[in-house]
């Protein structure tokens, strides 16, 4: 997506005629303008020139972002701070103070005397031509200063694009023109010495209106700018963590270089207190890292030789000497940073309510202003009084809140989320994440650790613990399996490590291995492999079925033909999985565990997680197939981090890439969580729900005004209840509206990804708890039995079997060789199937 800054725009209306303009392009196939950040994102192949041209024919300005930023010189990340420096408010402040020194004479002469009898000069006592002509000069001082709404509004209006500086300009306007042409008159009638005439006339002066009007639009685009200034602290805060140096090693010396001329290779060093510049691999020292930036993990993480150290972060202690892997563009930051502005820059599917609202509102408000004039006209109020009513509706009419209703609570929710280290990439991700219904998790890497590790040691008499440990180290340790740095590991962290080698050393390819130490035989592996070797005690075969039931691997060693003991090592559940899973759960989303695990390990894994189905036994390529699937009755999320996961996070509604897994990964998902762990997943929906919840109350906020606010100012309550509303405040209501969306917005710096008090159920778990309650009460388990031959067999198995406790009901069929047994409540698969063969016949299996 090519990126691109547009200038000009004030309101959503500019901002639909832009997206228009650039959309009827040939070969766009998409455009996307936000008027919050003042960028343009467009996809597809067309010239940037054609796309530039296209902007300035709709009447605004655009410029390549890349080509700013290199036409500046700027440093890396230098040039997108200053994009989001808030150029606005210093405007706009110089503007309202230069308008207040002419608005407030103003306001003297037009209101305080003629209304409150404040004193005026002598020599404008009585002169209502010399109070007159004053008052025209200070208005049009006023309307001079604030001509940028005059220029823009005509502008607009030229291209048949009005927008809100249109409805401005006209109200102003309107009001300044027939303050003009009721001076005139009254010149004339006080020429003719008509006194009761003059003073009529001296009552159609709007001078104040017109300079009160494009003042309080301006206080209003002052505190508006301020507010959109605050919504993109989070990414300015990112920005600010770029170091500008680093210290690199040439030859032989330390030499402080600009963070620019840093080359992936180069070698650097931080020291404490320092930032580290770019991404790295340590390749000598040791240090504890902050990293809270980038992951929103408070506790620094220690770091030594061999780990990866990322840009931004800070050394809090020790020598770090380490190599660049990732510099400029390619940083994990400088990733970070492109991330939350892309998502910025994109449009959620909920705005295009807005959008296609704004593209029409700014010529219906203009038409309702026109007739407004018209009906108060012909029934026959003055010109003066409908030209009032006319001049409320243009500048009560608010199209600003409708643009920021959605770009606003987008930027705000995106920078949360990436202080806590959960990435959206796309304001559609930040919008439909909260909408999930089913979340797919992969076991290896998301539920679990990824990295087995030993869980229990069991010797056999008369060995010990150690003594078998450093049997398995000898042997382990010319492996290369994935199990066997687990047992390397433990022996290390018990600190045996005997320096034997073992001889003629083999490994069977899922079985096991051997090799021969001090002239004796040993051998490792899994049962199969260890029931060739060595005789396997029953008490022993017992243990091993109930280590692989809690998803452990058994990992039997023996001498010659007598056997050590057993090792058992896991791939344990991260410490956070389990209060995930509740916490998913608790708002109404169904968890599902999806592995290529053996089935018994996977259900051990997923009942210790507590997740609500597991599909074992899935190959990489039939992950996305799972997920296809599940599709079709709900919205779902994969949470994955590997490359085999790349394809389901794709086919997935919601890609959720876990920060540590594989680029790949991270590439093919919607949100990528830095910190690695599953407790951010109910905190990225979170997240979503109340940004959407926050978009819906700026929209509601938005259309309420507009709905209220036209009638009220076109006087539609005037002959009920006789409310009348002064053009002056209907400016002032509509710099409000703007303000207070903004001001919604940024609720959302406050919100509380981790509190689960406001977690709300759904509909989606209520109805699967009162289908699981159904199920409860409807338990069905389907037994196969071979040997029945007639109905008196099928009558007889019947009997048995409704005469256990718990037993319901049974349907028998000698035919299909099955029995479908119906249970009020949870019976061992052992007592139904020793009621049958105690019958004689024979019961292959049980199924659910």
């Known amino acids: 997506m090519k990126q691109y800054e547009v200038t000009g725009m004030s309101c959503a209306a500019c901002s639909a005629r832009v997206e228009k303009a650039v959309s009827k392009l040939e070969g766009v196939t998409s455009c996307s303008v936000n008027l919050l950040t003042n960028s343009m994102g467009v996809e597809g192949n067309v010239d940037p020139k054609a796309i530039i041209e296209a902007v300035e024919a709709a009447g605004y300005q655009a410029e390549e972002k890349e080509k ?22 210093p405007k706009m402040k110089r503007r309202l103070i230069a308008s207040l020194c002419f608005l407030i004479p103003l306001m003297y002469l037009s209101m305080g005397h003629m209304m409150w009898g404040w004193k005026v000069p002598g020599i404008l006592e009585n002169n209502h031509v010399a109070m007159g002509i004053i008052q025209l000069l200070l208005t049009t001082a006023v309307m ?142 040791n240090g504890a890292v902050d990293e809270s930036a ?104 608010c199209p600003c809140a409708l643009g920021l209703a959605t770009p606003v609570a987008i930027m705000v929710g995106n920078g949360v989320g990436a202080k806590n ?29 990824g990295k087995p590790v030993v869980t229990d040691i069991l010797p056999n008499k008369p060995f010990g613990e150690k003594e078998l440990l450093a049997y398995a180290y000898i042997l382990e340790k010319k492996s290369e399996h994935p199990l066997a740095y687990a047992v390397l590991k433990k022996a290390e962290e018990e600190k045996i490590h005997p320096e034997e080698e073992a001889e003629n050393f083999r490994a069977v390819s899922g079985n096991g291995l051997s090799g021969e130490i001090r002239g004796d035989q040993y051998f490792g592996g899994n049962l199969k492999f260890a029931e060739k070797k060595a005789v396997i005690p029953d008490e022993v075969r017992q243990q091993a079925q109930r280590l692989a039931s809690e998803g452990k691997t058994p990992l039997f060693f023996g001498r010659n033909e007598e056997l050590l003991g057993m090792i058992a090592v896991a791939d344990v559940i991260k410490e956070d999985s389990p209060q995930a899973i509740r916490e998913l759960q608790n708002m109404g989303i169904k968890v599902v565990m999806l592995t290529g695990d053996n089935e018994r390990t996977a259900k051990a894994i997923g009942t210790q997680a507590g997740v609500d189905e597991v599909i074992a036994g899935v190959l990489p390529d039939g992950k996305e197939n799972v997920i296809r699937t599940l599709k079709k009755n709900a919205k779902v999320a994969m949470v994955g981090d590997g490359i085999n996961d790349a394809p389901a996070l794709t086919r997935a509604d919601i890609g959720i890439a876990i920060g540590a897994g594989t680029d790949i990964a991270i590439d093919a998902a919607d949100i990528v969580l830095m910190k690695s762990r ?34 009220l100012a076109a006087g539609i309550w005037i002959p009920i209840f006789g409310w009348q509303l002064n053009p002056m405040f209907g400016a002032a209501a509509m710099s409000l509206s703007s303000v207070c969306v903004v001001s919604n917005a940024l609720r959302l710096n406050w919100f509380r990804l981790y509190d689960v008090s406001k977690d709300r159920k759904g509909k989606q778990k209520e109805q699967r ?34 005469a256990l406790d718990g037993v319901e009901q049974a349907e028998v069929s000698h035919e299909a060789g099955t029995a479908v047994v119906v249970l009020a409540k949870e019976i061992d698969d052992d007592i139904l199937k020793k009621a049958v063969e105690d019958q004689d016949y024979k019961v292959l299996g049980i199924d659910f």
């Not at 080359?263 to 650097?268: E, H, N, T």
């Not at 699981?772 to 109905?791: D, P, Q, V």
């Open 678 to 711: 599953l407790s951010d997943v109910p905190a990225a929906i979170r997240m979503s729900r109340a940004t959407l919840r926050n978009i819906h109350e700026n929209l509601f906020w938005a259309f309420f005004y507009n709905v209220i606010g036209i009638p």
């Open 68 to 89: 700013q930023e290199k036409g500046a010189g700027k440093a890396e990340g230098s040039g997108k701070r200053e994009e989001l420096k808030d150029k606005e408010t």
């Open 769 to 802: 708890e009162l289908k699981k309650e159904k199920e409860k009460k409807e338990m069905k388990k389907t037994m196969r039995i071979e040997g029945m031959m007639c109905g008196h067999c099928e009558a007889r198995v019947k009997k048995v079997l409704e």
């Open 421 to 449: 280290g959960i990435l959206f990439k796309t304001a559609v991700s930040l919008e439909e994440t909260g909408k999930t219904e089913v979340v797919v998790l992969d076991k290896t890497g998301t539920i679990t650790k």
């Open 144 to 285: 001079v200063i604030n001509q940028k709404f005059f220029i823009s509004g005509m502008k607009g209006l030229l291209h048949k694009a009005p927008n809100m500086d249109t409805l401005v300009a006209l109200g102003a306007g309107a009001s300044y023109g027939y303050s003009v042409y009721a001076l005139f008159a009254m010149t004339d009638a006080q020429m003719r010495a008509d006194t009761a005439l003059v003073m009529s006339y001296m009552h159609e002066f709007y001078f104040e209106s017109a300079a009160m009007i494009l003042t309080l639009i301006t206080v209003g685009k002052l505190l508006e700018a301020r507010s959109k200034g605050k919504t993109t602290d989070a990414l300015k805060g990112l920005m600010d963590l770029a170091p500008k140096t680093a210290t690199v090693v040439r030859g032989k010396e330390e030499v402080k270089v600009g963070i620019e001329q840093v080359r992936k290779g180069d070698l650097f060093v931080v020291r404490p207190g320092e930032n580290i510049p770019v991404d790295g691999i340590v390749l000598e020292g």
């Open 294 to 397: 980038l992951t929103g993990e408070s506790i620094p993480a220690d770091k030594k030789e061999g780990d990866s150290v990322s840009g931004g972060t800070i050394n809090q202690s020790g020598f770090l000497r380490c190599e660049a892997t990732r510099v400029g563009e390619d940083t994990t930051l400088s990733q970070i940073i492109r991330m939350v502005g892309d998502a910025a820059a994109t449009k959620a599917p909920i705005a295009k309510v807005a959008d296609k609202v704004s593209g029409v509102f700014v010529p219906v408000v203009m038409a309702i202003a026109a007739v407004t004039i018209l009906v108060w006209l012909v029934l026959g109020e003055t010109i003066g009084f409908a030209l009032a009513r006319g001049i409320s509706v243009l500048v009560i009419s």
